[in-house]
């Protein structure tokens, strides 16, 4: 199988929604594409209510002529099912097929994503509507790769939901006793006697049980999982092999695994939208596309969506101004992706998203985004040969999705924990000093990497503790920072010293959680500062490679240790570090690579990439990179 079929190279193009137009449109939509360099779209993600006008009666003759016309420019088509937004009269004929808020509020049509996976009549319309367009179109010449739906993450609150979520539950734990036991039951009088009783996640008078929880999360996951599995296999038997894949958002709302989920994908794609105006758009880029290339763990992957340019947003959009869109999609191309996709060909006249920007913007072809667009599309081809060169990291640091839900409510915390930021804090140091690092599951293959870094890894289960440990007695180091296994697999505290139970590992116990005031900075002897939280931590047997220099219980009392285990060692960090002090901490371990901040460089065999996202110019070995440009240097055998 090819990764797409028949795109040759990297893929370059973005979500067609040619169905929002007047056909005398569309011809110029080809000759414009070919005129950009575009080889692949995404047809039909939102198309339900045109493919599908009343239940059972279908229209496909639109996407007949579209896809057709595609084909004949030479464009691969990456065909979806439209089951993110079902049409009017699937909602109003099932009322219980839409999802329902945590406060029992039923959403109706009139967005986006509204629908229960667990409403028996959605899983038949959407299998339905995914039946008919595989037998339809999976002998089609344009056909390159099927998208089923769109941005899997609704989370319904319903009685189907419940209902479903019990069997999940007996299913996972067979006696009530076990989950009373895992959920901690004896609290508030939680106690349950039969399935019936145990409720989704509901709007409560006060504080919800973590451990039921992430249970939910878990559930939600494997239950949206299975609505995906439902179309791939669909998709799969009615014809010849394409690529099948969905595209994965990122958030920590969104209920899925996406290390689970990536194995059940032909390709894992990923939509990128980072959040900030300043350097923290690469920054989150990168940590995107590496999060990508991992959760893939070696199966192709893609960035599917992007913003040309600015993001529509009621938060407020960020602007790319000249070469930045280049830029942003050489960071993915550079760490693995198969090419660069966008949201969308070309920007809407109505609808919300009418003031998102597109590859042909609203002003048309003469303007200075189409040219970019144009001029990075005749770039690409001269990437084909690195497409499968792979990115080799020595540093991994762990993603646990777990972690991110537990500590997303903060409320039952010692403090708020923000999980997200401290990975990101991670990544972000290590990309300034020019390393590039893998993603790893806490659960996951370790052996590879010298180095393994758990940002407050807040859930660490049983499983996850004993690869830590057999990883570090292998020769390994492991770098852990404040509240890591703080608790169990069931949100239970490891007892005795904290640390998923690896006190022996660490030569430490944690004794006590002292979260610090905002804006106030407890210095470390010779290593910078910590903010926000610190932890009282007594060796046993570790060494102090520095102390708190100040603050009420922890002046004086290890901040940083060290301890040989094996033929490795673990160090712990018991703070929330500054940037700085990460840094300091990293220069100590010899974590150094050939990028600097600003400038990204990645090594992929003979390959080396170079991104300059500075003012000024950049000299990288013998290669000199003009300010705001990229370059891709082959390298002598
Ligand atoms: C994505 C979504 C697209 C579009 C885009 C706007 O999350 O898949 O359909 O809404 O955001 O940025």
Partial sequence: MDWPKGVDGLCYGGDYNPEQWPETVWDDD????????????????????????????????????????????????????PTASP??????????????????????????????????????????????LAERYAEHPALAMWHVHNEYGSTSHSAH?????????????????????????????????????????????????????????????????????EQRDLLRQAGPEIPITTNLVFGQWVPVDPWRWAEEVDLVAFDSYPGDADETAERESALHADLSRSWADGKPWLLMEQAAAAVHSPHGAIA?????????????????????????????????????????????????????????????????????APVEADVAILWSPESWWATGGHASL??????????????????????????????????EYSTVIAPTTY????????????????????????????????????????????????????????????GELRALWNFGA????????????????????????????????????????AWYVSCKLVDEAWDRLFEALELNGPGQRGVDVVDRGQWRFIINHTDTEARVGHVIVPAGAWAVDKRPE
Avoid at 187 to 196: A, I, K, M, T
Avoid at 495 to 510: C, H, K, P, S, Y
């Fill in 320 to 388: 790319k101004g000249p070469g930045r869109m280049a830029r942003h999609s050489m960071i993915h191309i550079s760490r693995g992706s198969k090419g660069a996709m966008f949201f969308q060909w070309r920007s809407g006249r109505g609808g919300a998203e009418q003031w998102h920007s597109a590859l042909v913007p609203h002003a048309g072809k003469d303007t200075r985004v189409f040219r970019e667009v144009v001029e990075f599309g005749a770039a690409l081809p001269g990437l084909a040969e690195t497409v499968d």
């Fill in 30 to 81: 080809v000759a414009l594409m070919r005129e950009a360099g575009v080889n692949l779209v995404s047809v039909g993600i939102f198309s339900w209510a045109r493919l599908e006008p009343r239940e059972g009666e279908y229209d496909f003759g639109w996407l007949d002529r579209v896809l057709d016309k595609l084909h004949e420019g030479g464009i691969g088509v990456n065909l979806a099912t």
């Fill in 414 to 447: 010692p403090a708020k924990i923000d999980y997200f930021e401290n990975v990101a804090q991670i990544h972000r140091v290590l990309r300034d000093r020019g390393v590039t690092v893998d993603f790893v599951s806490p659960e996951g293959e370790l052996g």
């Fill in 459 to 518: 859930v660490l289960s049983r499983a996850a503790a004993e690869n830590l440990r057999w990883f570090t007695a292998g020769g390994g180091r492991l770098v852990a920072s404040y509240m890591t296994g703080a608790v169990d697999e069931h949100c239970q505290i490891w007892l005795g010293g904290f640390l998923g139970g690896l006190t022996d590992l660490f030569g430490i116990r944690v004794l006590e959680h002292l979260p610090q005031p905002a």
């Fill in 161 to 229: 939901a419940e209902r479903a979520f019990r069997v999940w539950l007996q299913q996972k734990y067979a006696t009530l006793e076990a989950l009373n036991e895992a959920w901690w039951g004896s609290f508030w009088s939680q106690r349950y006697s039969d399935w019936e009783q145990i409720l989704a996640p509901r709007a409560t008078q006060y504080l919800t049980n973590p451990a039921l929880e992430l249970d939910f999360k878990r559930f939600t996951s494997d239950a949206l999982l299975d609505h995906f599995r």
């Fill in 530 to 569: 910590a903010e926000r939280f610190c932890e009282l931590v007594e060796l046993r047997g570790a060494q102090c490679v520095t102390q708190y220099a100040t603050g009420e219980v922890i002046e004086n009392q290890p901040a940083v240790t060290v301890n040989p285990f094996g033929e490795g060692e």
């Fill in 87 to 132: 049409p009017p009269w699937f909602t109003l004929a099932h009322p219980d097929a839409l999802n329902t808020r945590p406060d029992g509020v039923l959403q109706v049509h009139g967005s986006r994503d509204t629908y229960d996976v667990h409403a028996p009549a959605y899983r038949e319309a959407s299998a339905r509507i995914a039946a008919e």
